[in-house]
């Protein structure tokens, strides 16, 4: 099976590579750089096959994509720039990366008749309440820019193909690139003071692990909207600062410890600064993998732990 991933630059894509290459799969990467422009850790996703691809050029795809002929495209990338898709002179170029580029990519697989797995986000719903959202519910009223941008490549997905995964996310964290966690880390070193929000709730994603759901996916036929976070249960923002820097003092480092740094909660409207609205309710429902035969994610915390692991902090 040859599977062509978007965005390998990303957090995403790069673990796809690497689940593919671990599993014997033929994986093509792909990203707008001329050359793979990833993190350099020694995985296999370094010297694995790898096309630039404008995916605002339909032209671009068209070619690429027939070229390499995949059986499946796993389009990871995508603006998530939340906060700067607000901006006027950024608008239409969030667009054309998020929807027209979807849509081309898209075209290409029902020509070439192979499946789409698409990730989304949470940002599609309003957050609001504090219902889990179902994979299959169409009550979409996104928030913000981003939001709208990729609820409209889910649309172009879902009624260009029959062969398509949507798969929901939030809260996304890997190794290549930057995240919540390591934003965290890096300011609880200079700061003896931090706020975060405790008023937005939901569950992280690891790359690593969603990665593996994926390949999972994509070996199947068993096509539709999914959501995919790790398990765990569903926590703020606060409630994961707090345990990522306990679990930084259990691993020795003591610059992270309560009696040196304070995180204090505070509410969305307290902490203010964001251009994007950003929606209190994000739980996802993902039932829906174990009932067509998915091994959900690790628990968070088994990923935060792992995670740590990896990185150098």
């Known amino acids: 099976m040859k599977v062509f991933v978007t965005g390998v630059a990303g957090q995403l894509g ?12 033929e994986g093509v990467g792909s990203d707008i750089k001329e050359e793979y422009s990833g993190i350099k850790d020694g995985t296999p996703v370094e010297s694995m096959p790898y096309v630039p691809m404008d995916i605002t050029d339909q032209a671009s795809v068209e070619k690429v994509l027939t070229e390499v002929k995949p059986d499946v495209v796993v389009h990871c990338a995508a603006w998530t720039a ?8 950024k608008k239409e170029k969030v667009h054309a990366i998020n929807v027209d580029g979807t849509k081309y990519i898209a075209q290409v697989c029902k020509k070439l008749d192979c499946k789409m797995i698409y990730l989304s986000t949470d940002y599609v719903f309003d957050g609001q309440g504090e219902t889990p959202w179902d994979p299959d519910c169409k009550d979409y009223k996104p928030l913000n820019v981003y939001g709208e941008t990729k609820l409209a490549g889910e649309l172009a997905v879902s009624e260009t193909l029959e062969k398509y995964f949507i798969v929901r996310i939030a809260w996304v964290f890997g190794k290549n690139g930057k995240n919540f966690i390591k934003t965290m880390l890096n300011v609880g070193k200079t700061h003896d003071t931090l706020t975060v929000v405790d008023d937005q709730i939901g569950t992280p994603t690891y790359t690593f692990d969603l990665a593996r759901l994926l390949v999972d996916m994509l070996e199947t036929e068993k096509y539709g909207y999914y959501h995919a976070t790790n398990e765990g249960g569903y926590i703020s923002w606060y409630d994961f600062t707090k345990e990522i820097f306990r679990q930084a003092v259990e691993m020795g480092h003591t610059e992270y410890s309560e009696d040196r740094l304070t995180v204090k909660p505070v509410t969305t409207a307290e902490y203010g600064v964001s251009k994007a609205a950003r929606p209190f309710n994000s739980r996802l ?8 035969g998915f091994t959900p994610l690790p628990t968070w915390q088994d990923a935060l732990a792992r995670y740590l692991k990896e990185i150098e902090f």
Do not use: I, Q, T
């Open 14 to 25: 790069h673990d796809v590579m690497n689940e593919l290459a671990g599993r014997g799969y």
């Open 82 to 89: 939340v906060d700067l898709a607000e901006d006027e002179d």
């Open 285 to 292: 429902d993902k039932s829906k993998l174990a009932a067509n």
